[in-house]
């Protein structure tokens, strides 16, 4: 197992001032709120009207948005090399932490709620065995939404290549009125476009009213606009629970990173585009120590996972491909990053560190010998 540096010595107040700065992270939008759970997790509600980043101040913000915090999360966040068996350990503990949040924010029914699966990538946040491990068994409806063309890190006017390859709404009643819990990841929105529009052809065709959607995963500020919309327009309340912060969203529609140079817009066009999400000032810190700037928290969210469900069967995630390109994508922004006048030794021994630690997971998965 890997050993996480200690980099505090290194950070001091002017070091998370200057980031904070320079990149209009903003901090203080959100208040701590009680949390009862053994987990070590913490619970935090985002007041819309606290956001200073002219970037997000036009942003239609739903009313009930809270972020919950575990040192889980900020892992598999930080270490894109989290993959496989380790990653899922801690998808099993962020779930069930994931699964009391809601249920003490937004009491659950089951009788009258149902777990809403997006498939490849959803059920990778282990939100279901979440439920069932606190006494709450949910039922499932699944749907798969697939891009056409490739897709991997380019969202942008995607939306019109997604297409419908799978669906199951079998355990989807009658004449009712429910909460649908749909843990995936919100990056540009587009999937949850179609995957909520349909959602709502069937709660139509069945006579079921939705009165809410609680989303859960890794969700990106710009998402936010479009589940208010389909919110507004259909009728029902949007509830968000987002792992670790809201994050900032690439150029690309499809790169998630805490805080960073876009990456993409650089290569696209020579220019430096800083971005940065929304995170609570006492957990900003732990994020610091760890976190490379301008990194993808989520990944490749499906090819992490040792399985993954395309409805049909379980199939392998591609790991191998997952660590190669994230390797690539590490060395790129330490490149693009190394120069700039916030860089700090720090900085550099994450990238270094993170660099070393995908290296030794693609020399261990190429070994015959290995299993994942």
């Known amino acids: 197992m890997f050993m996480i540096k200690n980099y505090k010595s290194h950070l001091n107040q002017i070091d998370i001032e200057e980031i904070i700065n320079e990149f209009k992270l903003d901090t203080l939008a959100t208040n701590k709120v009680a949390f009862s759970n053994n987990l070590e997790a913490e619970l935090f509600k985002v007041e819309p009207s606290k956001i200073k980043n002219p970037l997000y101040q036009s942003v239609k913000y739903p009313i009930e948005i809270y972020i919950l915090y575990l040192k889980e999360i900020k892992e598999i966040a930080s270490f894109p090399h989290l993959v496989g068996k380790e990653l899922d350990k801690k998808c099993l503990k962020i779930g069930e932490a994931a699964a009391l949040a809601i249920n003490e924010l937004w009491p659950i029914d089951p009788k ?167 995170i609570p000032q006492e957990i900003l810190e732990e994020y610091l120590l760890t976190f490379p700037p301008g990194s993808d928290q989520p990944g490749d969210w499906s090819a992490r996972q040792t399985y993954v469900d395309n409805g049909l069967e379980m199939e392998k995630g591609d790991i191998l491909k997952h660590l190669k390109n994230s390797l690539k994508f590490i060395k790129s922004l330490y490149e693009i990053s190394k120069n700039e006048g916030w860089f700090k030794n720090w900085h550099k021994e994450i990238f270094e560190r993170e660099i070393e630690e995908l290296k030794k997971q693609l020399i261990k998965r190429q070994h015959p010998s290995y299993l994942a």
């Not at 939404?145 to 009658?174: A, M, V, W």
């Not at 476009?193 to 079921?208: D, F, G, S, Y």
């Open 112 to 278: 009258n709620s149902l777990l809403y699966d997006v498939l490849r990538a959803g059920p990778g946040y282990r939100l279901y065995e979440g439920f069932k491990k606190i006494g709450i068994d949910l039922l499932k409806i699944r749907i798969r939404p697939h891009y056409k063309l490739p897709s991997y890190r380019h969202h942008n006017g995607t939306c019109g290549q997604l297409e419908l390859i799978y669906e199951d709404f079998k355990d989807f009643d009658e004449n009712k009125e429910i909460t649908v819990i749909k843990p995936d990841t919100e990056a540009s929105g587009g999937t949850s476009k179609i995957a909520i529009e349909r959602l709502m052809e069937v709660a139509k065709q069945k006579n079921t009213k939705i009165k809410a959607i609680v989303c859960t995963g890794f969700i990106s500020v710009p998402s936010l606009n479009i589940l208010q919309n389909l919110a507004e327009k259909y009728g029902f309340q949007v509830k968000i629970l987002a792992w670790g912060n809201l994050t900032a969203l690439y150029s690309n529609g499809y790169d998630m990173p805490l805080y960073g140079i876009d990456e993409a817009y650089f290569r696209e066009t020579g220019k430096i585009r800083k971005i940065a999400g929304i």
